[in-house]
């Protein structure tokens, strides 16, 4: 599959055009090649397309930002459901990345006013950079915000006005095992999470706790181990109710939702 997807991004054609070709000329097969060299080496077929597919969009990636994963798009499932039938929501997304959740809330809830964070300067020129390219199709610009999730100063202006936080924060315990492919090109900032994976995510529920409007929509990404733990991190902060976990399609543990209690 990878290698299919490789020749028909050299060749500048949809994957099911190649079943039509039989040829290609010297300059192609030696980019393709290449390129499948690259991948052999466990570069990221993201990174060597430039393209990441989530849900509608198409995101550009490269070396420095955490490329979108299937799992994430449940997530924005969920988030929109939420959404639905709130004509203008205010959400925050919180770690952005490559903005794959703030940019498709954005476009497939037109009303929604997002706010992408993003603290890894490296990253944050990828949220930009997709924000814009965004943007320029038509769809409500997301407000792109260099930060720290965990920063208790973090969008003042915001406290107590925030329907839903959404966040696929770094939960990969220390020390744990990566794939290569994972560990040498995914940014490191986007992956650990310290000793038990939940050391960001303690943070952002500060910040969620203090950004939610009463009865707002919390929904955070975890570990497919952490389907207890992170619950339970939710339950003892105390500004939270509602805790519910739910699987991905897979079926394994993989996002945690809570409302904000009333004040
Ligand atoms: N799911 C990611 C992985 O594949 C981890 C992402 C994260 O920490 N948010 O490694």
Redesign the pocket.
Known sequence: MDAELLLAHVLGVPRTALLTRDRVDDDAAARFAALLDQRAERVPLQHLTGRAPFRHLELAVGPGV?VP?P?TEQLVEWALERLAGVPEPVVVDL?SGSGAIALSVAAEHPGARVTAVERDPGAVEWTRHNAALRAATGDRPVTVLAGDMTDPGLLPELDGAVDLVVS?????PDGAR??RE?ADH?PPL????GPD?LDVVRGLLRTAARLLRDGGALGV?H?DQQGSALPAVVRAHGAFDDVADHPDLAGRPRFTTARRVRR
């Open positions: 955490f994963r799992e770690g696929n924060p770094p939960y990969v990566v794939p994972v995914d986007a992956l650990w999470g994976g990404e570990a």
